[in-house]
């Protein structure tokens, strides 16, 4: 078994070990949207430091630890906070919080993250269904030698899926919430992109753009798991409006979509059961 595996087997029996029942839905929260945790109801806090093989996160905006316990009637476990490749991390520490969650139980993921909007269509606060994405981060956690119970070659045609979509767009509905749906691209970060940069992104098909997601989704899909995605777009990317980009404009933008964000995703959460 290899180093890595290791670390996923010693913090998922912590894990277990504090957790009990298993919990088949997670869900990852992204920048600034860590908030949804506070609604867990009966919730058990993990800190991430308290786990073995967790290295210390540091972001503004992320809290780093699993809250485990009911959201809309449902058990769950929040992941509020992730690693980044742009901390200097590597990718299997990006998706070492994945890898734990299935090694838990979870079956089903749900992920989220800020990202700026490149399709003219997409404004700040608007939130977006991802239903694609492209890995443009140089570098996926499913290389290396063949893991077990993960798929060697994963078939990626359908990535997010589709009934787990329908029910994301269901929820938006009920909640008066209009949604958007587009690809997502990610980067390594942690600069901006340049507008020349949103231009490519733009020609290759991406509608929003941000530094995550995609290694978690690539570990989840290779472990089986259903996914869903929303981004919440905080900004229109790098030279479609004449105002500089910043890390606390992210923040002010999911703080001001918090609650939407909150309502849309406990109402999936209820939905799919
Ligand atoms: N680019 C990359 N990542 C981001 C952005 C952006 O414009 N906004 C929030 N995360």
Redesign the pocket.
């Known amino acids: 078994m290899s180093g890595d595996a290791q670390r996923v087997e010693r913090a998922s029996e912590m894990l277990r070990s504090k957790l009990g029942a298993e919990t088949t839905t997670a869900l990852i929260l992204g ?1 600034g949207l860590g908030g949804l945790a506070d609604h867990v109801a009966d919730a058990i806090t993990i800190p991430y430091r308290a786990i073995p093989g967790f290295p210390p996160s540091s972001i503004p905006g992320h809290a780093a630890r699993f809250v485990a316990g009911t959201l809309g009637a449902k058990k769950v476990i929040v992941a509020s906070g992730r690693y980044h490749l742009y901390e200097g991390h590597s990718l299997d520490t990006v998706a070492l919080p994945t890898r734990v969650l299935h090694a838990c139980g979870v079956r089903t993921l749900f992920v989220s ?5 490149i399709n003219r269509t997409l404004r700040a606060g608007d939130l977006m269904i991802i239903e694609d994405h492209l890995n443009l981060m140089s570098g996926t956690p499913l290389a290396g030698p063949p893991r077990e119970g993960e798929s060697r070659f994963p078939d990626m045609s359908a990535p997010y899926d589709a009934s787990l979509i329908r029910e994301l767009r269901e929820a938006a509905l009920e909640c008066g919430i209009a949604i958007k749906s587009g690809v997502y691209a990610a ?1 390594v ?1 942690p600069a ?2 340049t507008p020349a940069e ?1 231009r490519m992104l733009d020609k290759l098909g991406a509608d ?5 997601t995609v290694p978690e989704v690539l570990a989840a899909r290779a472990l089986g798991m259903r996914v869903a995605g929303v981004s ?7 030279g479609l409006s004449s105002t500089p ?1 910043s ?1 606390a ?2 923040l002010e933008t999911t703080s001001r979509v918090a609650a939407s964000f909150e309502k849309l995703v406990t109402a999936f959460v209820r939905r799919i059961g």
């Open positions: 920048s993250n800020a990202a700026g909007g980067l970060g901006y992109e949103i929003a753009v941000g530094m995550s919440c777009i905080t900004n229109v990317a790098a980009l890390h404009e992210v």
